[in-house]
Protein backbone atom coordinates (compact mmCIF):
# COMPACT_ATOMS: atom_id res chain seq x y z
CA UNK A 1 0.00 0.00 0.00
CA UNK A 2 1.77 3.41 -0.74
CA UNK A 3 2.87 5.51 2.13
CA UNK A 4 0.85 6.94 4.63
CA UNK A 5 2.82 10.12 3.33
CA UNK A 6 1.72 9.79 -0.72
CA UNK A 7 -2.12 8.92 1.00
CA UNK A 8 -2.07 12.34 2.51
CA UNK A 9 -0.02 14.23 -0.05
CA UNK A 10 -2.93 13.07 -2.60
CA UNK A 11 -5.41 13.53 -0.57
CA UNK A 12 -4.40 17.24 0.32
CA UNK A 13 -4.28 17.79 -3.43
CA UNK A 14 -7.77 16.33 -4.03
CA UNK A 15 -8.98 18.59 -1.44
CA UNK A 16 -7.65 21.61 -3.42
CA UNK A 17 -8.58 21.12 -7.02
CA UNK A 18 -12.04 20.33 -5.49
CA UNK A 19 -12.53 23.68 -3.50
CA UNK A 20 -10.37 25.63 -6.26
CA UNK A 21 -13.12 24.68 -9.10
CA UNK A 22 -15.95 24.51 -7.18
CA UNK A 23 -15.18 28.10 -5.35
CA UNK A 24 -14.96 29.09 -9.46
CA UNK A 25 -18.25 27.64 -10.37
CA UNK A 26 -17.10 25.07 -12.61
CA UNK A 27 -19.26 21.89 -12.07
CA UNK A 28 -18.85 19.73 -15.31
CA UNK A 29 -15.46 20.16 -14.02
CA UNK A 30 -15.46 19.69 -10.56
CA UNK A 31 -17.68 16.84 -11.14
CA UNK A 32 -15.34 15.18 -13.59
CA UNK A 33 -12.43 15.57 -11.09
CA UNK A 34 -14.59 13.90 -8.35
CA UNK A 35 -15.10 10.78 -10.61
CA UNK A 36 -11.36 10.43 -11.46
CA UNK A 37 -10.54 10.81 -7.85
CA UNK A 38 -12.60 8.07 -6.66
CA UNK A 39 -11.88 5.93 -9.70
CA UNK A 40 -8.24 6.54 -8.88
CA UNK A 41 -9.15 4.89 -4.81
CA UNK A 42 -10.71 2.52 -6.45
CA UNK A 43 -7.99 1.32 -9.13
CA UNK A 44 -5.31 1.87 -6.10
CA UNK A 45 -7.55 -0.52 -3.57
CA UNK A 46 -7.83 -2.92 -6.04
CA UNK A 47 -4.08 -3.03 -7.09
CA UNK A 48 -3.71 -3.56 -3.09
CA UNK A 49 -6.01 -6.54 -2.66
CA UNK A 50 -4.45 -7.99 -6.14
CA UNK A 51 -0.99 -7.22 -4.38
CA UNK A 52 -2.15 -9.35 -1.54
CA UNK A 53 -3.78 -11.95 -2.95
CA UNK A 54 -0.63 -12.86 -5.36
CA UNK A 55 1.39 -12.83 -1.95
CA UNK A 56 -1.16 -15.71 -0.17
CA UNK A 57 -2.81 -13.25 2.50
CA UNK A 58 -5.61 -14.60 4.48
CA UNK A 59 -9.66 -13.34 3.71
CA UNK A 60 -9.58 -11.67 6.81
CA UNK A 61 -6.53 -9.49 5.42
CA UNK A 62 -7.69 -8.51 1.98
CA UNK A 63 -11.35 -8.00 3.21
CA UNK A 64 -9.42 -5.09 6.20
CA UNK A 65 -7.64 -3.33 3.04
CA UNK A 66 -10.90 -3.33 1.53
CA UNK A 67 -12.81 -1.98 4.03
CA UNK A 68 -10.10 0.59 4.88
CA UNK A 69 -10.43 1.85 0.92
CA UNK A 70 -13.97 1.89 1.34
CA UNK A 71 -13.98 4.33 4.01
CA UNK A 72 -11.47 6.84 2.64
CA UNK A 73 -13.90 7.10 0.11
CA UNK A 74 -16.38 7.79 2.61
CA UNK A 75 -14.50 10.53 4.43
CA UNK A 76 -13.17 12.27 1.45
CA UNK A 77 -16.18 12.83 0.66
CA UNK A 78 -17.56 14.17 3.76
CA UNK A 79 -14.43 16.28 4.04
CA UNK A 80 -15.26 17.48 0.75
CA UNK A 81 -18.32 18.49 1.68
CA UNK A 82 -17.50 20.11 5.27
CA UNK A 83 -15.14 22.55 3.58
CA UNK A 84 -16.91 23.29 0.25
CA UNK A 85 -20.07 24.17 2.37
CA UNK A 86 -18.07 26.05 5.40
CA UNK A 87 -15.85 28.27 2.33
CA UNK A 88 -17.09 28.56 -0.73
CA UNK A 89 -20.48 27.71 -1.13
CA UNK A 90 -24.18 28.25 1.05
CA UNK A 91 -26.20 25.29 1.22
CA UNK A 92 -27.67 24.50 4.72
CA UNK A 93 -28.61 21.05 4.41
CA UNK A 94 -24.81 20.04 3.65
CA UNK A 95 -24.51 19.02 7.45
CA UNK A 96 -26.90 16.21 6.84
CA UNK A 97 -24.84 14.49 4.02
CA UNK A 98 -21.64 14.95 5.68
CA UNK A 99 -22.81 13.40 9.07
CA UNK A 100 -23.46 10.39 6.83
CA UNK A 101 -20.40 9.73 4.59
CA UNK A 102 -18.56 10.45 8.15
CA UNK A 103 -20.44 7.85 10.00
CA UNK A 104 -20.29 5.61 7.34
CA UNK A 105 -16.30 5.92 6.66
CA UNK A 106 -15.94 5.35 10.04
CA UNK A 107 -17.77 2.36 10.45
CA UNK A 108 -15.43 1.24 7.76
CA UNK A 109 -12.23 2.05 9.20
CA UNK A 110 -13.87 0.36 12.83
CA UNK A 111 -14.51 -2.64 10.61
CA UNK A 112 -11.40 -2.95 9.30
CA UNK A 113 -9.59 -2.45 12.40
CA UNK A 114 -11.71 -5.39 13.92
CA UNK A 115 -10.99 -7.78 11.40
CA UNK A 116 -6.89 -6.14 10.84
CA UNK A 117 -7.02 -7.22 14.87
CA UNK A 118 -8.16 -10.85 14.11
CA UNK A 119 -5.10 -11.22 11.04
CA UNK A 120 -2.77 -9.76 14.14
CA UNK A 121 -3.80 -12.62 16.63
CA UNK A 122 -3.85 -15.49 14.19
CA UNK A 123 -7.82 -15.81 13.76
CA UNK A 124 -10.24 -15.37 11.41
CA UNK A 125 -13.91 -14.04 12.38
CA UNK A 126 -16.00 -15.93 9.72
CA UNK A 127 -19.46 -14.05 11.50
CA UNK A 128 -17.59 -10.82 10.90
CA UNK A 129 -16.65 -11.88 7.58
CA UNK A 130 -20.26 -12.78 6.20
CA UNK A 131 -21.86 -9.55 7.22
CA UNK A 132 -18.86 -7.54 5.57
CA UNK A 133 -19.46 -9.38 2.26
CA UNK A 134 -23.83 -8.79 3.21
CA UNK A 135 -22.76 -5.22 3.56
CA UNK A 136 -20.62 -5.07 0.81
CA UNK A 137 -23.43 -6.35 -1.41
CA UNK A 138 -25.65 -3.97 -0.19
CA UNK A 139 -23.32 -0.55 -0.62
CA UNK A 140 -23.19 -2.26 -4.40
CA UNK A 141 -26.56 -2.76 -5.44
CA UNK A 142 -27.42 0.92 -3.12
CA UNK A 143 -24.68 2.73 -5.46
CA UNK A 144 -26.08 1.37 -8.46
CA UNK A 145 -29.48 2.70 -7.77
CA UNK A 146 -27.73 6.06 -6.54
CA UNK A 147 -26.02 6.67 -9.91
CA UNK A 148 -28.59 5.74 -12.20
CA UNK A 149 -31.31 7.80 -9.62
CA UNK A 150 -29.03 10.73 -10.05
CA UNK A 151 -28.89 10.58 -13.49
CA UNK A 152 -32.50 9.99 -14.28
CA UNK A 153 -33.46 12.78 -11.93
CA UNK A 154 -31.15 15.53 -13.60
CA UNK A 155 -29.21 15.63 -10.25
CA UNK A 156 -26.20 16.32 -12.00
CA UNK A 157 -27.45 19.51 -13.81
CA UNK A 158 -28.54 21.59 -11.16
CA UNK A 159 -25.84 23.90 -11.30
CA UNK A 160 -28.22 25.31 -13.99
CA UNK A 161 -30.02 27.11 -11.63
CA UNK A 162 -28.13 29.62 -9.53
CA UNK A 163 -30.17 29.17 -6.27
CA UNK A 164 -29.37 25.40 -6.47
CA UNK A 165 -26.30 25.39 -4.48
CA UNK A 166 -25.84 21.41 -3.47
CA UNK A 167 -24.54 20.60 -6.89
CA UNK A 168 -20.97 20.55 -5.53
CA UNK A 169 -22.62 17.97 -2.75
CA UNK A 170 -24.03 16.23 -5.69
CA UNK A 171 -21.06 15.72 -7.82
CA UNK A 172 -19.08 14.60 -4.83
CA UNK A 173 -21.66 12.02 -3.81
CA UNK A 174 -21.72 10.75 -7.86
CA UNK A 175 -18.14 10.67 -7.61
CA UNK A 176 -18.11 8.73 -5.00
CA UNK A 177 -21.03 6.59 -5.67
CA UNK A 178 -18.81 5.66 -9.03
CA UNK A 179 -15.72 4.70 -7.14
CA UNK A 180 -17.64 2.64 -4.83
CA UNK A 181 -19.99 0.56 -6.76
CA UNK A 182 -16.65 -0.20 -9.03
CA UNK A 183 -14.66 -0.96 -5.74
CA UNK A 184 -17.77 -3.05 -4.17
CA UNK A 185 -17.85 -5.62 -7.36
CA UNK A 186 -14.27 -5.68 -7.97
CA UNK A 187 -14.06 -7.55 -4.16
CA UNK A 188 -17.54 -9.27 -4.51
CA UNK A 189 -16.21 -10.87 -7.91
CA UNK A 190 -12.70 -11.72 -6.72
CA UNK A 191 -13.46 -12.55 -3.45
CA UNK A 192 -15.23 -15.85 -4.47
CA UNK A 193 -11.90 -17.97 -3.80
CA UNK A 194 -9.93 -16.10 -1.11
CA UNK A 195 -9.07 -18.65 1.27
CA UNK A 196 -10.96 -17.94 5.04
CA UNK A 197 -7.73 -18.83 7.60
CA UNK A 198 -5.63 -16.61 8.95
CA UNK A 199 -1.70 -16.95 8.66
CA UNK A 200 -0.14 -18.66 11.33
Given at each position: ??????????????????????????????????????????????LENNKL?????????IAAGTARNMGFVYIWAATIIALTYMT??????????????????TACIFYSNAVARDVAEGRADDTLLSIGNKLT?????????????????????RYVNPNMMD???QNTFFGGAVGLAILSAYALWASRNDRSSAPA
Open positions: MPSMLLWGFAFTISLVVMLLTASARLPLIHLSIAVLICLGIALVAIRGNGASKSEVLQWHEWWHWFLGFALVGWLQLVGMLIAIVGMLVDGKLSWAA
